[in-house]
């Protein structure tokens, strides 16, 4: 595994993440699959891009999440509300995970708008899922190679590479020991939370 990269590694992968993601979102039916997997590829493979996807795989949190978010509304089309977490990481970890069973045929695009949306024309439910649900993980992701960018610039010297930790953006602070699970700083007990499973 790769511990650094030049700044210049970082700028194309980061440009070719924008570019995957904009191709991603004005995708129509004949090409979200296209754009969709060239977008999974290039955040499954690319060595950049997989130290920052990687830790969103987090398949606890799809399986909590997954329960919630068609869950509500009736019977009718279109009456079913579409819920994601309000916590930033399990909301883009949801996301991922759902774009990569959307990918791996595990889900399918028309049964999630037709419920959530009503669509019922392809081309419409691809504009209606990507507005809706790809947007918000793009954005997200947007904003953490920003904050990246922008602390390379900070803190690498002309010269020096940019090393792998610094581009680890999602941490999952929880540690579960047999049936336990811990949340927080427990070691110093702020904000620490304690929950037999």
Request: contains cysteine.
């Amino acid at each position: 595994m790769v511990k650094e990269f030049t700044p210049k590694q970082v700028e194309i992968s980061f440009r070719k993440f924008s570019d995957n993601a904009e191709d991603l979102e004005s995708s129509d039916y004949n090409t979200f699959d296209t754009n969709l997997s060239i977008f999974l590829n290039h955040c499954e493979n690319d060595e950049i891009m997989k130290t920052i996807t990687s830790p969103l795989k987090n398949t606890e949190i799809f399986d909590k999440c997954d329960k919630e978010f068609l869950s509500k509304g009736g019977s009718m089309v279109g009456s079913s509300k579409i819920t994601f977490p309000e916590d930033e990481y399990e909301r883009d970890s949801y996301i991922y995970q759902l774009l990569l069973k959307l990918k791996d045929k595990e889900r399918d695009i028309t049964n999630i708008t037709m419920r959530a949306y009503g669509a019922n024309v392809l081309s419409e439910a691809v504009y209606w899922f990507n507005e809706k649900i790809t947007s918000k993980l793009t954005r997200s992701l947007k904003y953490k190679l920003e904050e990246i960018g922008e602390r390379i610039e900070r803190e690498v010297k002309e010269g020096e590479n940019v090393p792998i930790n610094m581009l680890i953006v999602y941490q999952d602070n929880s540690i579960n020991i047999k049936h336990t699970k811990i949340e927080g700083d427990a070691a110093i007990g702020k904000e620490a939370k304690i929950k037999k499973n």
